[in-house]
T-cell receptor, first 114, second 111 residues
Framework: DTGVSQNPRHKITKRGQNVTFRCDPI?????LYWYRQTLGQGPEFLTY????????KSRLLSDRFSAERPKGSFSTLEIQRTEQGDSAMYLC????????????FGPGTRLTVT | GENVEQHPSTLSVQEGDSAVIKCTYS??????FPWYKQELGKRPQLIID?????GEKKDQRIAVTLNKTAKHFSLHITETQPEDSAVYFC??????????FGQGTTLQVKP
């Protein structure tokens, strides 16, 4: 499969626990984006990387959220001390440098905080 | 600020009819406008896009038009089929590369 992949697909956690999600972009894509989508809404930007450099973070990204892309390949998104308001679909997308806006999405990780 | 408005929020058409979804954007520097289709429980899929140097682009039954002066762009689906039923999102890029999405349009095609 040459598309964007994400793991896990579903995560149920109790409030206060930490969770980590992984995204594997399309192999030749240098840019990687994280978005969050809640029911009935469009994806909202969280952060993005060009290679291993994190170039922008949304104001939505509180200090409980951290993202990494240590070798410029896969990325992880960690949420510490989860809250019920964190329940959402977390989507990863990737794009090549030459076409930065042509973003292809992964299947997402659906997080439910109980 | 960066903003994308999308209308209508829901659209119901009879199979075979046309459907039109409209979006307006605020950043006049935007030069690329994608449309995504999202079926229930699935990822957003890029179905068509248009760049600012053209006014219209077609791909089989779908087309997108762009009016840079008015800062709006539209998705047109002709001869709709039940499998076109989904949520459609427009988007526009910010100068930093992220996409700003519209609120989505739920299209229902009745057989």
């Amino acid at each position: 499969d040459t598309g964007v992949s994400q793991n896990p697909r579903h995560k149920i956690t109790k409030r206060g626990q930490n969770v980590t999600f992984r995204c594997d972009p399309i192999s030749e894509h240098n840019r990687l984006y994280w978005y969050r989508q809640t029911l009935g809404q469009g994806p909202e930007f969280l952060t993005y990387f060009q290679n291993e450099a994190q170039l922008e973070k949304s104001r939505l990204l509180s200090d409980r959220f951290s993202a990494e892309r240590p070798k410029g390949s896969f990325s992880t998104l960690e949420i510490q001390r989860t809250e019920q308001g964190d329940s959402a679909m977390y989507l990863c997308a990737s794009s090549p440098d030459a076409l930065p806006y042509e973003q292809y999405f992964g299947p997402g990780t659906r997080l439910t905080v109980t | 600020g960066e903003n994308v408005e999308q209308h209508p929020s829901t659209l119901s058409v009879q199979e075979g009819d046309s459907a039109v979804i409209k979006c307006t954007y605020s950043d006049s520097a935007s030069n690329y406008f994608p449309w995504y289709k999202q079926e229930l429980g699935k990822r957003p899929q890029l179905i068509i896009d248009i760049r600012s140097n053209v006014g219209e682009k077609k791909d089989q039954r779908i087309a997108v038009t762009l009016n840079k002066t008015a800062k709006h762009f539209s998705l047109h689906i002709t001869e709709t089929q039940p499998e076109d039923s989904a949520v459609y999102f427009c988007a526009a890029p910010s100068v930093t590369g992220k996409l700003i999405f519209g609120q989505g349009t739920t299209l229902q095609v009745k057989p």
